[in-house]
């Protein structure tokens, strides 16, 4: 299993950005996916789950300005993420966790917001 993170870049406060995790090697569905970010001197912390079902869960910090979804079709997970603060800069990481397969990482994509 292969997870592609991409999409991060350098926005300033107030802007917008979305990231995206393509999935390869794993034909099954029943497996749920999250959005991860660890910021410089910190642990990793969840951002987004998006379960098998398409139900989602966010962290506080990010509740009513990010948005997760994924497409299974595409094999595709999505994160967009609106009115960012200087606080989400971060190096984000897609997540798999199925049942059948185990846990996997994304290589991580960096997102900066300026003040």
């Known amino acids: 299993v292969q997870l592609q993170a991409s999409g991060g870049g350098l926005v300033q406060t107030g802007g917008s950005l979305s990231i995206s995790c393509a999935v390869n090697g794993i034909t099954e569905r029943t497996y749920r996916m999250g959005w991860y970010r660890q910021a410089p001197g910190k642990q990793r912390e969840l951002v987004a789950v998006v379960s098998s079902g398409g139900v989602t869960d966010y962290a506080e910090s990010v509740k009513d300005r990010f948005a997760a979804s994924r497409d299974d079709a595409k094999r595709v997970l999505v994160l967009q993420m609106n009115s960012l603060k200087p606080d989400d800069t971060a190096v984000y990481y897609c997540?798999?966790?199925?049942?059948?397969?185990?846990?996997?990482w994304g290589q991580g994509t960096q997102v900066t917001v300026s003040s």
């Open positions: 997540n798999l966790n199925s049942p059948y397969r185990g846990n996997f």
